[in-house]
């Protein structure tokens, strides 16, 4: 099976950056996907990392290593509108794709 | 381009009555899911179809839940009869060719009473 570990809730402040980590353990792991989820709305799509490094996406960024099974989603420059549930989700060959249990965030003016 | 639709968003019933969700997904995109996600929880996939072939229901309670996705569009799931546990949000995702972009509807928020 697979299993996700993301902190449970995280706080910061208008203007500052913020990382939300996720670590992993899965067989068979091709990629790491991030999902934002407001209150009462939908997952919406962040960002997604097939392989090691930092991929960019305005504010968003996500990075990936794969020997550490861990991987990270940073959010610069953050705004209120950033408070939300964030979902880290594993790809996994010829299986489903498993969502973290989320991290809230809490952005404070 | 319309997202996925789903309908009702919300739904109250009695324990060991029926219920039944509906969803449309965004023209074309093949691959069509469902999930269930509790209060302070990730989604947890309950079926995916590839077209209309159910792919993976291996997390589907299939001795009360069911799904059905006709001519490989829009998609039903079943739930009978609802037991209190059952209340959650149900998601409907949708997918082109990259499982790991997803594209949810707004989800049917049930209470079962």
């Known amino acids: 099976g697979q299993s996700l570990e993301q902190p449970s809730e995280v706080t910061a402040v208008e203007g500052a950056i913020v990382q939300i980590n996720c670590t992993y353990q899965?067989?068979?792991?091709?990629?790491l996907s991030w999902y934002q989820q407001h209150d009462g709305g939908a997952p919406t799509f962040l960002s997604y990392?097939?392989?090691?490094g930092l991929e960019e996406t305005g504010r968003f960024s996500s990075f990936l290593s794969r020997s550490d099974s861990y991987g990270y989603l940073l959010l610069q420059e953050l705004q209120m509108k950033d408070s939300a549930s964030y979902f880290c989700a594993v790809s996994v060959y010829g299986q489903n794709f498993v969502f973290g249990p989320g991290t809230r965030l809490s952005v404070l003016p | 381009e319309a997202g996925v639709v789903q309908s009702p968003r919300y739904k109250i019933i009695e324990k060991k009555q029926p219920v039944a969700f509906w969803c449309n997904p965004i023209?074309?995109?093949?691959?069509l899911y469902w999930y269930l996600q509790n209060l302070g929880q990730g989604p947890e996939l309950l079926i995916r179809y590839e077209n209309e072939e159910a792919v993976d229901d291996s997390q589907l309670p299939k001795d009360r839940f069911s799904a059905e996705r006709l001519k490989g569009v829009d998609s039903t799931l079943k739930i009978q009869p609802a037991e209190l546990g059952d209340s959650a949000v149900y998601l409907c995702?949708?997918?082109?060719?990259?499982?790991?972009?997803?594209?949810f509807g707004p989800g049917t928020r049930l209470t079962v009473t």
């Open positions: 899965t067989s068979g792991f091709y990629g």
């Open positions: 990392n097939g392989l090691d």
């Open positions: 023209s074309g995109h093949n691959t």
């Open positions: 995702a949708s997918s082109l060719d990259r499982q790991y972009e997803q594209y």
